[in-house]
């Protein structure tokens, strides 16, 4: 069987532990006996976002990972046993079965070769269509993006995933796109998130995209929950790659909420000290930092949760602590641990390269490479030391200098010169 991408649509792997595909399930039943569901009802998957469930009406001998013809409308299409067994009945309860007439589809049989050829075929047009189809778009001025195209099995149908933030008459688009291609025409309205899990790309925590790798089903993300996990609120940071926000902020969010439920209200605590103010808050640490000024957020004092209870109640009972930290609670440090990061040598600087380059640098290097006399070691040893090859710093200017006196010598012999070692004419008696 052919294990390439085009057949996973995704990274091919052992038939026991399966694909990395997205909707890849562990069947962690296959190694029971099948009594619930004898061989009758399977799991197919399509392309990497689209599968299904049909009746094997044939009883056929099915494993994971072959391929077969299933029942379209019209024709056929082409698709991968993903799942067999009980486990089948338990994601049919969480999934949407498509329903024909009120019956599931069957499966016809395994795939010929003849088939996965024409199969392979379609595919290979997938992208060329996609493209095509965009500029119809915007030919005909609608607002709207045509992220993928899906071709069926036997090449008759094409299902057209598009994005929009308004309604869109596509009408007359499906007629261009019927005339171009002469196939029958679907259109499938997806979201941002699904767009950027078809399209795929590594997050920033340095892996793939949750809803590229394993999120199929999205849930609604608010501000709320970057609020309860203490994340500051800027747009760039909390927005994924879809311009939406990220789906991880729901990961830990219940985890905060139950942390907070026994916090006090964080508001301003008044002592005989003054009025603190409150600035952030450490909730797994159950610790409450406060301020005198909040404009200067500089000597934080960090306060046990239950302290900052009991200062509440005394200040609704109209009394003031003496001070803000109680003399037998363990104070807590703002400093960080040994073991935590620091930036030592200035790596996180953003003007670390616009410092000016220290041209005495290389003098210091070059002066370094230079060997130096030991205590026991005269000059004239540390020259003996030195390769024969080397030749003296006054014998490079040997040959220059001896030029220079050929030259003079040359212009002692012209007429009016006056040659190196005789006196001058001038001045003599006739």
């Known amino acids: 069987m052919d294990t390439g991408n085009q057949i996973y649509r995704g990274c091919p792997s052992s038939g026991r532990a399966g694909t990395c595909a997205k909707l890849e399930v562990y069947d962690w039943l296959g190694d029971v006996e099948n009594i619930l569901n004898p061989e009758e ?14 009746r094997n009406v044939n009883l056929l001998k099915l494993e994971v990972g072959d391929l077969v013809a299933v029942e379209a409308s019209p024709g056929h299409d082409i698709g991968m046993v993903s799942l067999t067994g009980d486990l089948v009945r338990r994601q049919m309860k969480r999934h949407k079965v498509t329903l024909v007439n009120g019956e599931m589809r069957k499966v016809y049989r395994k795939a010929k070769p003849v088939d996965i050829d024409k199969w392979h075929e379609a595919m290979a047009r997938e992208h060329e269509t996609m493209i095509k189809s965009r500029h119809i778009a915007a030919d005909l001025r609608l607002n709207m993006k045509i992220g993928d195209v899906e071709y069926q099995g036997d090449g008759t ?42 399209i795929g790309g590594i997050g920033p925590c340095g892996r793939e995209l949750c ?23 800027n747009p760039q940071k ?9 789906c991880c902020l729901n990961y830990e969010v ?10 006090p209200p964080r508001i301003r605590l008044e002592t005989q000290e003054g009025v603190f103010q409150y600035i952030k808050s450490d909730i797994f640490k159950n610790v409450y930092w406060y301020s005198l000024d909040s404009r200067v957020p500089s000597g934080q004092i960090g306060i046990p949760v ?15 602590p003496e001070k803000l930290v109680d003399a037998n609670d363990q104070p807590v440090s703002a400093e960080k641990p040994s073991n935590d990061y620091g930036n030592v040598v200035g790596q996180d600087s953003l003007t670390r390269f616009d410092k000016p380059r220290d041209n ?12 130096r006399p030991s205590e026991g070691q005269s000059g004239e040893q540390v020259q003996k030391n030195q390769p024969q090859n080397v030749q003296p710093h006054d014998n490079e200017n040997q040959p220059r200098r001896e030029n220079q006196q050929r030259r003079h010598i040359k212009r002692g012999n012209r007429p009016g010169g006056n040659p190196q070692g005789r006196p001058n004419n001038q001045g003599r008696p006739e």
């Open 41 to 54: 009802l399977v799991e197919i998957r399509f392309k990497n976002t689209r599968k299904d469930y049909f």
């Open 157 to 198: 149908k094409a299902i057209f995933y598009y994005i929009a933030e308004d309604r869109v008459d596509f009408r007359q688009l499906i007629k261009v796109l019927a005339e171009s291609f002469r196939i029958r025409i679907e259109m499938k309205q997806i979201g941002a998130r699904q767009e950027a899990g078809r």
């Open 211 to 233: 809803c590229c790798s394993w999120m199929s089903s999205f849930s609604s993300v608010s501000t709320g929950a970057a609020r309860y996990q203490e994340i500051s609120l």
């Open 238 to 246: 909390l927005a994924g790659q879809c311009s939406k926000l990220k």
């Open 254 to 263: 219940d985890s905060y909420i139950d942390e907070q439920k026994s916090f």
């Open 306 to 320: 239950e302290r900052v209870h009991r200062i509440i109640q005394m200040n609704r009972k109209g009394h003031l």
């Open 360 to 371: 005495n640098r290389r003098n210091r290097n070059q002066n370094k490479r230079r060997p």
